[in-house]
């Protein structure tokens, strides 16, 4: 069986590698950077200000976690700081960031570089008085270090490109043991490492566990994706094009904006929500002359609900009311689905924020895409 995946996110890779467990011929096409790529390296089931408890993952979600170097306990939260000063519960966390959870009521160290954008003593100082640290007597201490030769200036990837040189880790290695005192971890900022699994050597040379606070959107956990998914996606033997995919049509073919067209027994489309360009907000046309309306990025018949209700075409003269609605509307709208086939397609499917009525999340994006894989080869 021939299976094209549309997209290469969190969906689109769990989709295209669970295509290859179940023995299919897999073609994955992305074209540009999603919402993936700006991921903070926390990862979420629920929306985090609204889970309530530890849901068990589904096994399968298991082993694609598995096989992406990504961590989530059985049935507790892991805990990540974030440089906004917050500590926050996530359901699991790339392997980069350091779950604070396990260090519960004793002092973490902060490694302060000198960094235009991290402040470590105000941070240290925010940290400690989040209501998880006070909770349990957790404590986070600034530690100031010089690093000669290393930029403040630069962005947090050419920063983590920086420290990637072995005779710079090591140098500050030796510099940060001469200051630390007991404290049980210690925590960088958002670039420590470019690897997906973390950098053993700083544990190593420390002699404790060190791990990364959550990345801002573009930084370098989206990085450490990208490496990933081509790791991932080579050795599940998934043929990978970078190249942009222009329409589907009725018979089944895929076609390139270079005019070539691949045949596809089934399709999984995750192509992402407004933020990816996998759901336009497109000028008026033909089948919506009164106003804008929301459309595909590809080319290919779809329709949309909005919090449950099935949006037909304009929604006033000028378009969706965005007034009545809210710019929230663009995080929630999404295509319509039986299943998780593509109301009124026998052979697409959707995944991840392309779908309506499901949570935005990264696990969810995942288990979205291999459950897509799944109805695709059982149909």
């Known amino acids: 069986m021939k299976l094209v995946v549309v997209g290469g996110g969190f969906a689109g890779v769990a989709a295209a590698w669970r295509g290859r467990q179940l023995g299919a011929e897999v073609s994955l096409f992305h074209a540009r950077a999603g ?8 990862l979420d089931l629920e929306p985090w200000p609204t889970a309530v408890r530890a849901r068990p993952l589904a096994p399968e979600l298991e082993g694609f976690l598995a096989a992406f170097e990504l961590e989530a306990p059985a049935s507790r939260w892991v805990v990540v700081a974030t440089c906004a000063g917050t500590l926050r519960p996530a359901r699991g966390r790339e392997r980069a960031l ?32 989040a209501a998880w640290a006070r909770s349990t007597a957790t404590r986070f ?22 420290l990637a040189a072995t005779e710079q880790r090591r140098a500050l290695s030796h510099a940060a043991s001469a200051r630390l005192r007991e404290e049980a971890a210690v925590l960088m900022g958002p670039w420590s490492t470019l690897e997906p699994g973390g950098d053993v050597e700083w544990e190593r040379w420390l002699g404790r566990p060190v791990g990364e606070t959550c990345s801002p959107p573009g930084g370098v956990a989206g990085a450490r994706f990208e490496r990933q998914r081509a790791r991932v996606l080579e050795a599940a033997g998934v043929s ?3 190249r942009e995919v222009e ?25 992402g929500g407004v933020v990816a360009g996998g759901i336009v907000l497109g000028p008026p046309g033909p089948e919506h002359a009164g106003g804008a309306a929301f459309r595909l990025g590809v080319r290919a018949e779809a329709e949309f609900e909005l919090d ?16 009545a609605r809210g710019l929230g509307a663009l995080e929630r709208v999404g295509v319509a689905c039986q299943g998780a086939a593509l109301s009124g397609h026998r052979r697409v499917f959707a995944a991840g924020e392309l779908r309506a009525g499901e949570p935005r999340t990264a696990l969810h994006a995942m288990l979205s895409g291999l459950r897509a894989a799944q109805a695709a080869l059982d149909a």
Do not use: C, M
């Open 240 to 242: 990978v094009s970078a």
């Open 98 to 129: 350091l779950d604070l959870a396990p260090f519960a009521g004793q002092t973490i160290a902060v490694l302060d570089l000198g960094r235009h954008d991290f402040d470590a003593e105000a941070l240290a100082q925010a940290w400690s008085e």
């Open 308 to 323: 449950g209700v099935k949006l037909d075409g304009a929604s006033t003269l000028h378009g969706i009311d965005f007034t």
């Open 247 to 271: 329409a589907l049509t009725p018979e089944g073919e895929v076609v390139l904006v270079d005019g070539e067209r691949v045949r596809a027994d089934a399709v999984v489309l995750a192509l």
């Open 141 to 162: 201490r600034a530690v100031p270090l010089e690093l000669p030769g290393a930029p403040s200036q630069v962005s947090g990837y050419d920063f983590a490109q920086t």
């Open 35 to 42: 919402a993936s790529e700006l991921s903070s390296g926390a």
